[in-house]
């Protein structure tokens, strides 16, 4: 046989195989949709071997910010897996998780031990992740935003866990190692619900999809049951929130995460007005016009030992003229000592029992932590 028809024999065969090799495709249609009540920006659909879980993108909700196909071992070369979608072997045996709100939710799962390594570690007060890095069963990686990728690459995740920002420019050289990135965008959702919806799919990475699922419908059930619970009440105490820092006084939007929360404690938050989902940075003068006579003042902090009306006196004389202040009505929470930030993306429900407590004592609900007291 001559050079060129081994050739032409040689293209014929490369080709006839590729023919017989199933293209994947780049779109999947069908499945069923596992339902989501209250979250906006993730949808999930369960094909026959994998599951398809889509992220909008918070930022430009017109595109989307990522694409996952949950699968097993076996599932990994399904053609019905569009080219599109990054694949995650589930369920994941180690995890690099960047934030603490994710361990705690991964605690509440019961599958903490399979969390490999974490970043940020300064920012996490979790007990068991800090006794983890402390016996060398839980690496810590560094910074999240510039993590160690000699422990990374030494850990050998099943995944990564970071949270996205807008305009972050991506997670640089973490991209380039193989390892798949699980964008944990719950934080993005606008209502106290929607964020802790995002367990299911976090369940379902971990396989233990049944726990995750009767954990959100126990927190839903309470939820929204002390929610008609303050709804009884006719009296609405009107609401001042956080202080300044530096030249601003940043105060949540309306329709955030927070605001939501507030109305449904009871409150008349005094910016529910203001329509966005975010928080406003705003002058003291213009918080000092609205917010002079509120009933009550809840404020966050971080520090060693808890706050006292003589050091918020320190910190900005013009608070002594606040109605909450000369009231004794001014609430703290140490976010260094109560897993504010850790526990209640994903426990709405136990915050808003708290702020019942607060707003309406009269109607004898119980809590199980406090998470604002009464400044000393």
């Not at 495709?25 to 599951?51: C, L, S």
Request: aromatic fraction near 10%; charge should be negative.
């Amino acid at each position: 046989m001559s050079k060129t028809l081994r050739l032409l024999y040689l293209t014929f065969c490369i080709t006839a195989l590729a023919a017989c090799q199933p293209a994947r495709q780049e779109t999947t249609e069908g499945g069923d949709t596992i339902p989501m009540a209250y979250a906006k920006n993730i949808t999930m659909v369960r094909h026959d071997g994998f599951t398809l879980v889509s992220l909008r993108n918070p930022w430009d909700t017109t595109a989307v910010l990522h694409q996952y196909a949950l699968t097993d071992e076996e599932g990994r070369h399904n053609p019905a897996i569009p080219s599109t979608a990054t694949i995650v072997k589930v369920p994941l045996s180690k995890a690099a998780v960047f934030t603490a709100v994710h361990c705690a939710l991964l605690k509440d799962l019961g599958v903490e031990a399979r969390i490999g390594g974490v970043a940020d570690l300064e920012y996490i007060y979790l007990p068991f992740v800090r006794e983890g890095v402390k016996k060398g069963h839980i690496a810590d990686l560094g910074k999240s935003m510039e993590p160690n990728m000699e422990r990374v690459m030494q850990l050998e995740p099943d995944a990564l866990m970071p949270s996205p920002f807008q305009n972050s420019g991506g997670y640089g050289r973490l991209e380039n190692i193989g390892i798949p990135i699980v964008e944990c965008a719950d934080y993005m959702e606008v209502s106290p619900l929607a964020g802790a919806e995002w367990m299911k799919f976090y369940g379902r990475l971990f396989g233990v999809e049944e726990r995750a699922d009767s954990l959100f419908a126990t927190i839903e059930k309470e939820y929204l049951s002390l929610k008609a619970t303050a709804e009884q009440t006719a009296h609405r105490p009107t609401l001042l929130v956080e202080r300044m820092s530096g030249a601003s006084w940043h105060m949540p939007g309306g329709n955030s995460t927070m605001g939501i929360l507030y109305h449904d404690a009871g409150a008349d938050y005094l910016w529910a007005d203001t329509p966005n989902s975010g928080s406003t940075p705003m002058s003291f003068e213009s918080v000092f016009e609205r917010g002079l006579n509120a009933d009550f003042w809840l404020l966050k902090y971080n520090q060693d030992g808890e706050m006292t009306y003589e050091q918020l006196e320190k910190d900005n004389k013009s608070y002594t003229k606040f109605k909450a202040f000369r009231e004794h009505r001014v609430y703290g929470c140490n976010t260094s000592t109560t897993n504010f930030y850790e526990e209640t993306p994903f426990h709405p429900e136990r915050l808003l029992a708290s702020l019942i407590q607060i707003f309406h004592p009269e109607l004898s609900v119980s809590a199980k932590k406090q998470y604002f007291c009464p400044l000393k």
